[in-house]
Every structure is written in C-alpha cells, then in structure tokens.
C-alpha cells in the first residue's frame, strides 16, 4: 500500500510541522485568530476586510520587526459567515497561545462567542458592527464595537443631512425614507430613526425590503409617491445595486440617496453602474491608497509579494481600508497594553485593558500615516466603542470621494438607551456591573 | 412482551449490549476528550444534528413523507425555549425543553396537514412553506426575539435545579443525556404498533387504510414526533452549541443538510442518522486538515468549499443509485464479513 | 401460546378467547358459525356482502354496469371474466377505493352509498391485492398482525410506555399472528423482510395478513396468481379452512377456471361490466354465454388498478 504509507508519512509531517509551530510560539508572539470569510455570498466584505487586516500585520512584521521585538502572527479559519463554522474556528483556535483578541466581522458569530470570549477572557472586536449595548463596557467588559455602532450610524446620517440642510432648525418638515434591509441588521435602527424624528421634527417612513432585495419595484414606487428629501439605504448585499438602480428607474436622485456602512463599498455600487453616480454613504474610514500608511503597506508589503489581496486593484478599497484601520487599531491596543505590562506576549486580559485605553488623538494618528483615513479614537472602560467620527463619500463613476467633514454623532442622546439594554442584559445574566475601570487584571 | 421475547431475545440482548456500550463509550469520552474543542466543536454539534436526523427519519424514512422544512422546526424549538425561559422564569428547563418541543409539534402538526391530500414531490414543495413562514415569521415580529434590536439573542444559561451545565464539557453531557433519552424513547415507538403503522403508511398507503391503519393520524402523529424531536435538537443547537439564536441560522441550507445526512447515513435507521451525522459534521474538518496536510497553501478555503459540495454532492448521487440504505448497510455488510451473526430482523 | 395450530388442522377456534373474538367480528360470533353450517343458499341470515345495482365509469367508458351480487355468510364466490371485465373494479368498490356511480353496497346490517376504506377492518372486511401489496420494510411477522392494527387503541405515549392495554392487546395480536404464520407455513420465514422473499411466499404473507383479523368478508383479488401449481392446492386449501373454521364469507377473483370450480359454492362471470351469468359452478360451466365470452378474444388494456 504505496499511497496509504504516503499519506501516513504526510500525515506525520504535517504533525510535526503543526507542533513545531506550537513549539516556536514560546518566543515572544501575539497571537491572532482569523474566522475569515473568502468563500459564500459575503467573501467580497471578507477578502476585503481580513486582506487589509493581514496587510497591516505583515506590515508592522517586516518593517519593524512585529510590536516592539513581539511578532505578530495569525491563522486563519473559514467560516463562510456561517456561525457554526466560526464557533467551530474558535474552538479549534482558541487553545493556541498569546491569543490577542477576535475581530470575526460578523454579527451572529460575535453574539455566539460572547459567552466564550468572556469566560476566556480574550477580547472581541466587532468594528463598526455588533451589538450596540456592548458599548457599554460595564457590563461588556471583553467586547468592544469599535469606532461604530449602529446608534451612532444612524445619528451620524441625520448629522450629516443636517449639515447639507444649514442647521438642525432645517430639518423641520424635511421628508426621509429609510429603506431597510429585511432582516434583524435591517430592522435594528428602527427605533433610533424614530427617536431622531421626534427629537428633530423631520418627516419618517421606514420601508422594508424583503431578503434578499433583488425585487424592489413597489418600494421605490411608494418612495416617489412620498416624495421624501432623502433616503436612507440601509442595504446588505445584492440590495444596493438594486435599490441604486431602481431609484434610476423611478427617478430619484443618487445624490439624495445617503447609504449606510453596510452599503459603501465598491462592491456595492460598482454593479449599479451608471445609477451609482452620485451616491453618497457614511464611513469611518476614507477610501483611496493616498494615505502613506497604505503606501508603506502596498511599498513593503506588497513590494516583498507578501501581499495578501489577490487583485492589487482592490488596495485601498473600502473593505480593505476598513481592514486597515482595524489592523491600526489592535496593533496600538497591543502596544499600549505592552507599555504597562512589559514587552512581551500578553495575556487576552491585558490586551483588554490596552483597548480599554486605546486612546489616538488626530496627532497619533497621523504620526501613525493614517490621517484623513480615519479621525481618531478614545475607548474608554466604559465606553467600548470610542467615540469614532464619520464621513461622507460620493461616488464618481469610478471611485469614492469625501466629501464632508469628520462628522460626530450625538452619542449622549444615545447613551440612555444603550444602557437600559446593557442593565436588561446585566439583569438576565446576573453580570455584575462594573464600577470603575481599576478592576485587575486576571492573569 | 411475552410474545416478543422468545424468538427475539437472543438478539435483543446483543442489541442492548451493545447500544450499553456505546452510551457507556459516549460519556467516558468526557474526560478523554482532552481540549474543549472535540467537545464543543464536534461532538455537541453533532448531538444536536443527530437528534434533528433521527427527528427527520421518523418522519421521512419510516413514515415515507419528504420534508424540507427541519429547519423551521430547529428555529420554532429554539425560539420556543428561549421564550418560555424569557416570559416563565418559574419554569425549569427541562419543563422548557419538553414545551418547545411540543410546541414544534403542533406547528409540525399544522404544516403536516398537507400529506394528508399531497405526496411525494408535491408535498416536499408544500414543506418549503414551513421553512419559508417560520423565518420570515420570527424575522417580520420581534415579541420572538425579545424586541432585541439586532434579532439576535444570546441563550440562557443551561442549568437543571442548581446545577449548571455552562463548560464544554457539562453542556456536552446535557446534550448526550437528552439524545440518549430521546432516542431510546423513539426506538420503543418505533417498535409498537405506531412504529409499524408508520412504516405501513410509507410501503403502501392504500393497503394501510383498507386493513385498517389509521393513516391521517399516523401521517399527522408521524409529523408531530419528528418535529418534536427536531425541535428539541433546535434546543440543543442553540442553547447547549451556539449560545445564540438567530433565524438566519436555521435556513434552507440546513435543512437540506439534515435531509443529507439521513440518505448518506441510511433511511429508515436510527443508527445511520447517527452516522450520517458523523459524517457530515467530521468530514469537511478532517477534508480540510487532509487537504492542507497533502496540497498545503493550494488547498485554501474556496478549494475545499468547493471540494467539499463536490464530494458530498457525488456521494447522495452514488447513495440514491447505489445503496439506498446508505452508510448504514455498508456498515452492516462490512460487520456480517468479519462475524456472521444474524442481523436484526429490520433495521433501526 | 404454546399450541401453536399447523397446517394440517383448521384455526382452532377453542384456544381463542371468546372476548377477543367477539371484537374481530362486531359482536356477532354466533351467527358467523352458524353460517359455516348452514348452507349459503338457504341461510336465515343477512348476505355478508350485497350489491345492489352498481356502477362505476371512467371518464365515460363504463367499467361496470347495474351489477347486482350477493354473497351469503361461509360462502365462497369466484368472479371469473376476461381481462378488463370490471373484476378487480368491483373488489375496488367493495373496498371503498373506487366511489361508485350509482348503486348501494352492503355489509350484513350496513349499507353504505360509499364505502368508508378506513372502517372496513372495524366492519370485518379484509382484502388481499392483484398486485403484492405488503408492507416491504417490515418483517413476515410485524407484517401479519397489521391485519389487526385496527384493534390497536391505545394512543403513541401508552405504546411507548407500554401501558397494561397496549401491552395485552399487543400479545393478543402477536398471539394471534403468530398462529396464523404456523397455519400458513411461514414459521420459517417469520423474521425475514417480507420484501426479500418469493413470490409465492409474498402471496401467502398477505393472504395470513388478511386471515389474522378473521373477517367476516374476505376478498381475495387473483391470489393464486403467479404461484406453483403445489402452492395453489395448498393456498386454496387454506382459503377454504378459513371459511371452514369460522364461517368467512369469500369473494375470490381467479382466471384459473380449474381452481375456481374446484373452490367455490358459486361462481359469477362478468364481461364488459355486465354480469352476465352467476351460478353453480357446474352451472356456470354450461352457460352458453359464458363460453361466448371466453372463446371469444380476450380484451385487452386492462383497468385494473390495483
């Protein structure tokens, strides 16, 4: 049997490699788990973001030789965005050691490692989606929304048609629609979108598109018996092109059309063609390869064919940046967690508390070659998301350009809110709420 | 059962030996296991797949009617538990899971309705309505999902009077407990007269009712225990495996995996709902690590998606052609080669 | 059950408890033995089974017409005719599968416009099927006691606990098939999958599933079709000890005109629908219309459908 020992030879070997590299993490290494998506309906968010992630932590590996002398290495594991399968990656992954934290990009499989991460005490990062309560680093203390809930999206869209109207007193019979993806995601802003309404005086209506959006006649026909100023596209997937091009049909202009983070890709509007012209969406990072931290990364990187996007055409394109920021963002936790701990590989807890003090102002920032790529940063022990800024972009025809300023939403009319779901969560789970950041550090 | 037992004990007893054993072999496994990772990634999953199988099989392999609609039941038991934990909290949790899983039972009751008129294809189209209405339900009124604003709840804590099931291995044992209950229950029904009123109904409908077999009850009692049992493995799945439930989870896609896993594993058997299960849990995992092993950085995860679909798809063909009663009767064929023993009289 | 009967010996009705047989045959033992004794033409006793006037088209072509038919308690009646003649449709009508044009059925006391299917064991009416009509998946002895499923009340959660009912009228049942399978000569075979045996073997399962419930009314569509020439003696003495032993009355389909005359009290011939002759066998053998009919070329397309 020729092939059967072949096959046990490579089975032994490839043993051997695996321990190997179990054995080679005892020098100084943070660690991070990957639940990658690159196959499935949603591999172009997931090449995307976890490309851009990979980029930047091969960029800090071979420019300065990983977080001060600890190199930073990764695994990855397909989940397809399915949350068996990321549940099953974190099984599998979550018993290798110096774990720094998990950034899965999903909601369902963030909501199934909750329970996980914080008997295991490892953080969890859920940038620019997750649950929005979880902001509340009281009763979350593992979990951090970075830069973005979904409250703060919505209160960020209003801000910003406030601004184009010339002040909030302008607002004031003003018409929007939101158009809202069928599903829980879709639906979750519903009430924040009402609660601005009243707080402003503007007209709502909140229409649903049925999953998966492909269909959307009779939704834009009601928009244009309603003649709303604006609509929201809170879209996901194949729903935005549609949307895009059946306002086309319809003949609502692109330019009043404000899309969410879920709805601003390339990937998004690239199928809509000619529609996508002049449409606008929210986001918390620019895009475009201008920024010299993406030139270091598309120089170094990429330079050594290390990169990891297999169409350098996509470098700097919204997911990827998206990725970026969050390589920007665990890389500096580690950091400032390694300036209180020591420079070495740190426990998931103390990398905790360095996102606890994940604090970049605009300078740091741009010290890190980032500026006008994102704003900045300030997470705090009870407030997990950190105060991020967003901005606008319309679409050309052919690529994205900003075209507002770092607009802040109005987190305190949110906060209130955000706690009373945190104390319900604290309640049903008998979770003891934090009261201040002091707390030790377990080992 | 005088009249059982004397032909039949001699292979009885084997028989109970052996399902002995591997209940025995079952919970040993716990502190064998080692890593939480067999436990939680593999073996509760696969609990919960095997129930909903086994759940499946009652309805599809013995009572012969088709059904695409296991997933809604998983959700229906899902939610269903997570409710009554929500809005009873004086209730325990078994009360729960029993209550959920009566609760899929009357919705599996109601979309059963239609078997009574449709057969075959017609009705496994009419079971789509089930997967279709149950999702968009528990989407379209969040009261389901506790008005939690993204849809998305996270379970409650697993615990019977003041124990608690939260590591991997007690929520292993929890689940282990319930599918060994469960599925002895389903044997012994299997083997009373409702058992063979099943599979009457299944060989030949019109003989059923000339002889006088009840056939719309046992069509209906047919959907009511398999959904029951489904939705019972919804529990498991959401509470003992995911810690979280949302209905995205629960789609077409699973549901033709459970089908999957009773024509590979071997209709009408209880025991290859278990293999079937097996199979379809373990395999992607050990074809991903054999392909990485083997091909190495070639092999990525589109390759073994695609490698993956590819296999399972070949195999249902080369089972429906081939062997019909799938893993199991090669199983069985393999055993009767090493030990010519007499075989049980029929399969389960 | 420690006797079990053998072939050579009728059902031994004393091992029966009463009891349970007043449940097979609706309360009435007394006058199905009665019927064994007396002769079927001057029996005081309703006919077990009466037609009146039947009718039955498909689509337009008459598959029966204005058929008149009675069968007296411990009766064998054979229905002869060429293929298509309306044979098979009429046991389908006997047995409520096919809902007649016009016309009315009668079981003893009952008379029915349309015949519940789902009540004919409760009625005492079994049946056996032109074409196998077994239950594959089970074995020879979970596939006789079916013939008594009816009987079985108690509900899924008493049969999974085995309540004390479930579990008598369970041992009565097994009892009962078991008895049947020795008089028919399948001890052998009891634990094999009915679909895994010959043919002829197939026939004799379904032919005990049938005899288990012992009915008042037995309808047997073509049984010995497709057997051996042995097996047929055998089979046809069986069918007659089941009339013997407790008083059944039987309507037999059959094409082998041998076997007929040699097994049944009367025979009746249809053609195209009609009856056309209904007599003694020896009757029946001299019936110029009835030599007319099966000189004549036998019809084809066949609408038999079960």
């Known amino acids: ?443 | 059962m005088p009249a059982l037992s004397s032909a039949k004990s001699a292979w009885f007893s084997s028989e109970a030996l052996w399902i002995g054993l591997v209940i025995v072999a079952a919970y040993g496994i716990v502190p064998l296991a080692g890593t939480d990772y067999l436990l939680d990634a593999v073996l509760t999953p696969f609990l919960a797949l095997s129930l909903a199988a086994v759940g499946l099989n009652v309805l599809t392999g013995y009572a012969g009617q088709v059904s695409l609609g296991s997933a809604a039941f998983l959700a229906v038991g899902a939610y269903a538990a997570y409710n009554l934990h929500l809005r009873i909290p004086a209730l325990p949790l078994l009360v729960d899971l029993v209550l959920a899983g009566g609760v899929a039972a009357a919705i599996g009751i109601v979309f059963g309705l239609p078997s009574l008129r449709l057969r075959g294809f017609y009705l496994a189209v009419s079971t789509l309505a089930a997967q279709f209405f149950v999702q968009w339900a528990l989407t379209k009124f969040s009261w389901f999902s506790n008005d939690n604003p993204s849809g998305v709840i996270d379970a409650p804590i697993l615990s019977i009077g003041s124990i608690s099931f939260t590591s991997p291995a007690e929520r292993y044992v929890f689940s282990l407990t319930i599918v060994v209950v469960l599925t002895l229950l389903t044997l012994r029904l299997l083997r009373s007269q409702s058992g063979r009123n099943f599979i009457a109904v299944r060989d030949h409908e019109i003989t059923a009712k000339v002889i006088g077999v009840p056939h719309l009850r046992t069509k209906l009692l047919a959907f009511a225990i398999s959904s029951f049992l489904i939705g019972i493995a919804g529990v498991l799945w959401a509470i003992a495996y995911l810690r979280t439930v949302e209905p995205a989870g629960f789609n077409l896609d699973r549901s033709f995996q459970i089908l999957f896993i009773i024509v590979i594993g071997g209709l009408a058997s209880l025991r290859g709902s278990f293999i079937g299960a097996a199979f379809i849990v373990v395999f992607p995992l050990l074809l991903s690590r054999i392909g990485a092993a083997l091909l190495g950085s070639v092999f990525d995860s589109g390759v073994l998606e695609m490698s993956q679909r590819i296999v399972i798809g070949g195999l249902i063909i080369a089972f429906l052609i081939a062997e019909p009663r799938g893993l199991i009767a090669l199983w069985d064929r393999a055993w009767d080669a090493m030990r010519p023993v007499r075989r049980p009289v029929y399969p389960t | 059950m420690t006797a079990i009967a053998t072939g050579a010996g009728a059902f031994r009705l004393e091992e029966i408890p009463p009891r349970r047989y007043a449940h097979v045959s609706g309360g009435r033992p007394e006058q199905a033995l009665e019927g064994r004794v007396d002769e079927s033409a001057k029996t005081p006793v309703r006919p077990a089974l009466g037609l009146a006037s039947i009718s039955l088209a498909f689509g337009g072509v008459a598959a029966l017409r204005e058929i008149d038919l009675e069968v007296a308690q411990g009766e064998i009646l054979a229905v002869i005719g060429p293929n298509g003649a309306g044979k098979s449709s009429l046991l389908n009508i006997v047995s409520g599968i096919y809902r007649l044009d016009r016309g009315e059925v009668r079981f003893g006391e009952n008379s029915f416009r349309e015949v519940p299917t789902s009540k004919l064991a409760g009625l005492g009416v079994a049946r056996t099927f032109q074409n196998l009509a077994l239950f594959k998946g089970l074995s020879v002895f979970d596939n006789v006691p079916m013939g008594l499923a009816h009987r079985v009340r108690a509900g899924f959660l008493q049969q999974i606990v085995g309540s004390l009912l479930g579990r008598r009228i369970e041992a009565e049942n097994r009892a009962a098939a078991e008895e049947v399978i020795g008089f028919l000569h399948l001890t052998e075979v009891r634990d094999r999958l009915t679909g895994t045996l010959p043919y002829g073997l197939q026939k004799r399962v379904e032919l005990a599933r049938a005899l288990v419930a012992r009915p008042k009314l037995l309808l047997l569509d073509e049984p010995f079709a497709g057997v051996t020439l042995t097996e047929k003696r055998e089979l046809s003495q069986h069918v007659r000890n089941a009339r013997d032993s407790f008083g059944a009355a039987i309507v037999l389909i059959e094409h082998d005109i041998g076997v007929v005359m040699g097994l049944s009290d009367r025979v009746a011939v249809l053609d195209y629908g009609r009856k056309i002759a209904d007599g003694t066998p020896d009757q029946v053998r001299a019936d110029a219309a009835v030599i007319d009919a099966y000189l004549g070329v036998a019809h084809e397309d066949d609408k038999e459908l079960i």
Request: cysteine-free; hydrophobic content about 40%; overall charge neutral.
């Open chain 1, 1 to 443: 049997m020729n092939v059967m020992r072949r096959l046990k030879v490579t089975m032994a070997a490839a043993l051997a490699v695996g321990l190997a590299s179990t054995l080679a993490a005892h020098a100084d290494e943070q660690f991070f788990p990957l639940q990658s998506y690159r196959v499935g309906p949603y591999a172009a968010g997931g090449t995307g973001f976890f490309g851009g992630f990979i980029d930047y932590l091969n960029l800090i590996n071979i420019r300065d030789g990983g977080v001060n002398g600890v190199k930073l290495t990764w695994d990855e594991g397909e989940t397809q965005y399915e949350v068996e399968r990321g549940v099953e990656v974190y099984e599998r992954l979550k018993s290798r050691p110096g774990i720094a934290a998990w950034n899965p990009l999903s909601v369902g499989i963030a909501y199934a490692m909750i329970d996980r991460i914080t008997k295991d005490k490892v953080p969890l990062i859920t940038i620019n989606h997750g649950r929005t309560d979880s902001t509340d680093g009281r009763v979350f203390p593992y979990v951090f929304p970075l830069l973005l809930n979904p409250y703060s999206e919505t209160s960020g869209i209003v801000n910003y048609i406030t601004s184009r109207e010339g002040g909030a007193d302008k607002l004031k019979g003003k018409k929007i629609v939101v158009l809202y993806h069928g599903s829980p995601y879709g639906k979750e802003t519903i009430p924040i979108y009402k609660l601005l309404a009243d707080k402003y005086g503007f007209e709502l209506e909140q229409i649903e598109v049925p999953h998966p959006g492909n269909e959307q006649q009779s939704q834009w026909l009601s928009i244009r018996r309603a003649k709303p100023d604006y609509v929201v596209l809170r879209g996901w997937g194949v729903m935005n092109p549609v949307a895009l091009k059946t306002a086309q049909k319809v003949g609502f202009p692109a330019d009043h059309i404000i899309g969410n983070v879920w709805s601003n890709s390339e990937e998004d509007v690239i199928p809509a063609g000619d529609a996508a012209k002049g449409y606008i969406a929210i986001t918390t990072q620019a895009s475009g390869a201008e920024y010299p931290v993406l030139q270091e990364v598309i120089k170094t990187v990429y330079g050594a064919n290390k990169g990891n996007l297999e169409d350098k055409k996509r470098i700097g394109s919204v997911y990827h940046n998206l990725g970026i920021v969050n390589g920007i963002l665990n890389v500096e936790a580690v950091r400032i967690a390694q300036a209180k701990f020591g420079k070495r590989t740190l426990t998931g807890d103390e990398v905790r508390w360095g996102f606890e003090h994940l604090q970049l102002d605009p300078a740091r920032v741009e010290a890190l070659g980032a500026k006008g790529l994102f704003h900045s940063i300030n997470v705090t022990w009870d407030n997990h998301e950190g105060d991020g800024r967003v901005t606008f972009q319309q679409w050309d025809g052919s690529k994205w350009k900003v075209v507002s300023d770092w607009i802040a939403p109005d987190w305190a009319s949110l906060r209130p809110i955000i706690e009373k779901s945190s104390a319900a969560y604290a309640k049903e789970h008998n979770i003891k709420i934090r009261a201040s950041g002091d707390d030790q550090v377990g080992q």
